[in-house]
């Protein structure tokens, strides 16, 4: 029976990361997957871009069950330490907007950064090599794996969550949490476009492709980025950002032009130039299909003169306050992330290691700690890999 220190399980961002701190501490390292290549995710993520970090990370923009629980790891490894990294290894990168960082050139050079970092410090990496068993012994564990069994004295589940499946995510983390009797807070796709019932997906269908600025409110949180109108329903970062605090049933707030009073305005022009159309003043505010739209809705008559007070209410609220129900989300074909996960209580905040099974460690997204959109989620991947790297 092959024997190493510590296995992680999951070549991803958190688990890659991981293996190259423990490597480099002398730990014996072996990194096991079933996918044929490392950090698919990764590989993918920013539009091959890879977004990964924000000069913003504060734990206020990560959701958990215990908002406290990520401090210890997020103040220990910063977004300046990553920066860091790629800057003594001379990959390029640039600041966006709202702090995001993405590479100049290809997210590949992170991927092929990873990699090299634990291999060349001894870890071993085993692709297409799914775990069959993980079972606990007296001292360490057990592993089953196709080509025989391994032992270790420490194993760390870094699979992340069940987002995108088509790339190989699966729920295998929350599995073996469950099987250790670790309790789970209940996982759900996150920053996931909205769908909409089909009566207003039929009336908004036309507007497929369009999109505004916009404040999407859910959950008491409002979002102030870009909302894109599609084929199923509703999307883009605002959107996005906003589905990580929405549950079923509840209403989703939008407005179109934040920080105008519309209504007031429309007034005010009604008074100077009646004989202007509603939507073609809608189109100085909106992309002018989405302005047309709205005019229409409201049952806007051709001249702006002509317009009531109650038809101009309609039309300012379906721009202000447009408020609707989604029927749900894409689900996690689509979602950025999984939010919930492993509960936070069960694990130690310095070292990620599971109180009630010594050895075990869990990190990356199979944790409740979600990220907002923007590089929050990969900055934790770095940071809990790496808090984890330093004890295993």
């Known amino acids: 029976m092959e024997r190493f220190d510590v296995v992680v399980i999951g070549a991803g961002a958190a688990g890659m990361m991981c293996a190259a701190e423990a490597a480099q501490r002398g730990r014996r390292v072996l990194v096991l997957d079933h996918a044929r290549a490392p950090g698919e995710q990764i590989r993918i993520s920013g ?112 699979t992340g969550g069940k987002s995108i499946p088509k790339m190989g995510a699966t729920g295998y983390a929350l599995d073996v949490a469950r099987g250790f009797g670790l309790a789970l807070v209940e996982p759900r796709a996150a920053l996931v476009p909205f769908t909409l019932a089909p009566d207003l997906l039929e009336r908004l269908s036309p507007l497929a492709g369009v999109s505004a600025p916009a404040r999407v409110r859910a959950g008491g949180t409002a979002f102030d980025e870009s909302l894109l109108f599609t084929h199923r329903g509703l999307s883009g970062p605002a959107v996005l950002q906003a589905s990580s605090y929405w549950r079923e049933g509840e209403t989703v707030e939008v407005d179109l032009a934040p920080g105008l009073d519309l209504l007031a305005r429309l007034k005010a022009e009604r008074g100077k130039a ?34 009531n007070d109650a038809v101009l209410s309609r039309l300012a609220a379906s721009v202000n306050a447009w408020t609707f129900r989604p029927a749900g989300t894409e689900g996690y074909r689509t979602a950025e992330v999984m939010l919930g996960g492993v509960d936070t209580r069960e694990l130690d905040s310095r070292t990620f290691e599971a109180r009630t099974v010594p050895g075990l460690h869990i990190i990356g997204e199979a944790v409740d700690v979600t990220g907002w959109l923007g590089g929050y989620n990969f900055q934790w991947a770095w940071a809990s890999g790496w808090a984890a790297g330093q004890v295993v």
């Open 47 to 158: 539009g091959g871009r890879c977004n990964f970090t924000n000069l913003g990370v504060h734990p206020s923009r990560f959701l958990s069950d215990n908002p406290r629980f990520c401090i210890s790891a997020l103040s220990r490894y910063t977004p300046t330490d990553f920066i860091a990294l790629l800057d003594r290894e001379g990959i390029a990168w640039r600041e966006r907007t709202l702090g995001q960082l993405f590479l100049e050139g290809s997210a590949r050079q992170v991927v092929d950064l990873l990699v090299g970092r634990m291999t060349g410090a001894g870890a071993e990496l085993r692709l297409s090599t799914p775990v069959r068993d993980l079972a606990r012994l007296e001292t360490g564990f057990r592993l089953a794996l196709d080509s025989g069994e391994i032992a270790t004295g420490r194993v760390v589940l870094a």
């Open 274 to 307: 009646g004989r202007q159309s509603p939507g073609a003043l809608l189109s100085d505010l909106l992309p002018a299909r989405l302005a047309r739209t709205l005019a229409e809705a409201a049952g806007a008559p051709p001249r702006l003169g002509d317009c």
